[in-house]
């Protein structure tokens, strides 16, 4: 998870409910500048319908 409060090992200040939080928007709001695979960042800025119909597809096929 490409996260700057776990890239940088974290902060003793940081609670569990606030990395929730954190999580929470990275997955509501995606940063296709900071990519975990490259080729989903560049599909999220060319293509973003695309890329939200292809997330579909492997969360319905990986996920449930």
Known sequence: ?????????GNPVLTLIKLMYSLRSL????NPDD??????????????????ENAKCFTQK???
């Open 35 to 52: 990519p975990l695979v490259e080729l989903r960042a560049i599909e999220m800025k060319t293509d973003k319908k695309k890329c939200i």
């Open 62 to 64: 990986y996920a449930m």
């Open 27 to 30: 997955y509501s709001e995606p």
């Open 1 to 9: 998870i490409c996260l700057d409060s776990l890239k940088n090992k």
